[in-house]
């Protein structure tokens, strides 16, 4: 099975092109089997935020350290894709419910160093 991870990303990846091409826009990318922002970096998931609820629990000091993805105004979701407001009335892309969210100690596009951390905190997979 380990074999075929590989092109299930790369599925996956055209796939997330393939809607940005019509007309949505992908928030995301997918790298290594992880989900990635535009930028290249890693996104987490939360272990407190309660899938579907439509909110972040992550806000004040915890977003400081653990900056959403941000929905630009007038963004829409779709398929597994929505949108949470947050406390601070701002948007945050969430996957299959959950928001997602960098870590502020990953450096550059690959660095992994916010999984598992505090044991509540995971890499953001499709």
């Given at each position: 099975?380990k074999?075929f991870?590989p092109?299930?990303?790369?599925t996956l990846?055209?796939?997330l092109?393939?809607?940005?091409?019509?007309?949505?826009?992908?928030?995301a990318?997918?790298?290594?089997?992880?989900?990635?922002?535009?930028?290249?970096m890693?996104l987490y998931?939360?272990d407190?935020?309660?899938?579907?609820?439509g909110?972040?629990?992550?806000?004040?000091p915890?977003?400081?350290?653990?900056?959403?993805?941000f929905?630009?105004?007038?963004a829409?979701?779709?398929?597994d894709?929505?949108?949470?407001?947050?406390?601070?009335?701002?948007?945050?892309?969430?996957y299959?419910?959950?928001?997602?969210?960098?870590?502020?100690?990953?450096?550059?596009p690959?660095?992994r160093?916010?999984?598992g951390?505090?044991?509540?905190?995971?890499l953001?997979?499709?």
């Amino acid at each position: 099975m380990k074999a075929f991870a590989p092109l299930a990303s790369l599925t996956l990846a055209a796939l997330l092109s393939a809607c940005a091409s019509m007309g949505g826009s992908a928030p995301a990318g997918v790298t290594d089997g992880v989900l990635t922002g535009k930028n290249g970096m890693t996104l987490y998931t939360f272990d407190r935020d309660t899938a579907g609820s439509g909110k972040s629990v992550c806000n004040g000091p915890c977003a400081t350290n653990w900056p959403p993805l941000f929905a630009d105004d007038g963004a829409s979701a779709s398929g597994d894709w929505s949108i949470v407001t947050r406390d601070d009335g701002k948007k945050q892309y969430a996957y299959k419910g959950k928001p997602l969210y960098y870590w502020v100690k990953d450096a550059k596009p690959g660095d992994r160093t916010g999984d598992g951390f505090n044991n509540v905190w995971r890499l953001a997979k499709p």
